[in-house]
């Protein structure tokens, strides 16, 4: 199995510019997770998605993040415009459960993003 | 307010120097502690979970152990290859809360 696909690993761009974040979850998966991780914050959840409808997007910071999950092999996360503060690394993660469950999350890699 | 500490923030330890990394959570409703191990450069991988207190788990070098208020990863005789930062995350009915995790450093 190809684990949890994310891209792109590292983007750099300029405060205001659109940034869009992707992610292949683990094939079979029903539950999908966009989380921010900075050293002064830790581990954030953003988003997640049971069967790719919205179900708790509290932890979104604010409007200008949005995120999609068209069908069950993609998912993104869009940042418009981008703020320097958005610098971060954001991991997306998949469960086999329904919702969130006791059951053990998958990882991406993660996109190192960093607002010039 | 829902909240989960880990402590220390960093440890060093010598090759085959036993010692505690702490997890302690202030969340209402918990049903389950999770460990992962997060490597420089790449996402948590999972290691445990534990569901009541009392429960242990053993991998390896490492047992986790959990009680009403806290848990504990227990690192028997680390090598350097158990360097990385070890994170913590319970679940509640509605969602995961992460500790800031504890970085490990093992010195050959």
């Known amino acids: 199995d190809a684990g949890v696909i994310q891209s792109p690993r590292h983007e750099v761009t300029e405060m205001g510019q659109e940034v869009t974040l992707r992610c292949k979850p683990i094939?079979?998966?029903?539950?999908l997770f966009w989380y921010r991780q900075t050293m002064m914050r830790g581990l954030e959840l953003l988003i997640y998605?049971?069967?790719?409808?919205?179900?708790?997007d509290s932890g979104m910071p604010e409007d200008r993040f949005s995120a999609k999950m068209p069908n069950a092999s993609f998912s993104t996360l869009k940042i418009q415009p981008s703020e320097p503060r958005d610098s971060a690394v954001y991991f997306c993660?998949?469960?086999?459960?329904?919702?969130?469950?006791?059951?053990?999350?998958?990882f991406g890699s993660g996109t190192q993003l960093s607002v010039l | 307010e829902d909240q989960v500490t880990q402590s220390p923030e960093a440890l060093r330890l010598q090759e085959g120097e036993s010692s505690s990394l702490n997890c302690s959570y202030t969340?209402?409703?918990?049903?389950?502690l999770f460990w992962y191990r997060q490597d420089p450069g790449k996402g948590p991988e999972f290691l445990f979970t534990?569901?009541?207190a009392g429960e242990e788990k053993e991998k390896e070098r490492l047992k986790a152990t959990l009680t009403k208020k806290e848990s504990f990863l227990h690192i028997t005789a680390p090598k350097p290859e158990d360097s990385a930062t070890y994170l913590c995350?319970?679940?509640?009915?509605?969602?995961?809360?992460f500790g800031s995790g504890t970085k490990l450093n093992v010195k050959p």
């Open positions: 534990l569901y009541s």
């Open positions: 995350a319970v679940h509640n009915f509605n969602k995961f809360y």
């Open positions: 969340v209402s409703g918990l049903r389950g």
């Open positions: 998605f049971n069967n790719n409808v919205p179900i708790d």
């Open positions: 993660a998949s469960s086999l459960g329904q919702g969130i469950s006791n059951e053990k999350l998958f």
């Open positions: 094939s079979g998966h029903n539950s």
